[in-house]
């Protein structure tokens, strides 16, 4: 059985949850959070500082987390809700599927459209078996530090 220092949080939560409410009463309805500018200076900080960790421990993916950061300011929410779900598949994805993935992908991006669309039939109509063959024989690149 793991320890509780191994579990994760989201198998924690319920439980601290239902040992906080007494049983036959429900949690009072939560007050809606203020906006930002009504925030008190320690919650804006509690909410600001892992994002300062992450920036000061990682000199060099800066750049990136800057371009990410422009990048995300410029969608509109629906772009944004599908690089949430987006991301979230990928979590989700196993590490065979996400290998494969990766690999096509990347031959994808290096092909002119008309040929992409091609790829992305073929892919559609390939067996797990013939998928399979296909990453092995078109390998993803190495994967960058993130």
């Known amino acids: ?13 319920p439980l601290a949850f239902a040992l906080a409410v007494p049983a036959g009463r429900a949690a009072p309805p939560e007050a809606p959070l203020p906006s930002w500018d009504q925030l008190t200076d320690a919650q804006r900080e509690t909410l600001v500082a892992p ?4 920036w000061d421990d990682n000199p060099g993916k800066r750049a990136r987390m800057l371009a990410h950061a422009e990048r995300w300011q410029q969608m509109d929410p629906a772009q944004r809700e599908r690089a949430r779900r987006g991301a979230e598949r990928w979590r989700q ?24 669309e091609e ?13 399979r063959a ?9 994967r960058r530090d993130r």
């Open 134 to 142: 296909w990453v092995k024989a078109n390998p993803p690149p190495e």
């Open 93 to 116: 994805m196993d590490p065979e599927k996400r290998e494969a993935m990766r690999a096509l992908y990347a031959r994808l991006r290096s092909l002119p459209e008309a040929e992409r």
């Open 1 to 13: 059985m793991p320890s509780i220092r191994h579990t994760p949080l989201s198998l924690l939560l």
């Open 51 to 54: 994002v300062r960790q992450r």
């Open 119 to 131: 790829l992305r039939e073929e892919w559609r109509a390939m067996t797990p078996e013939q998928r």
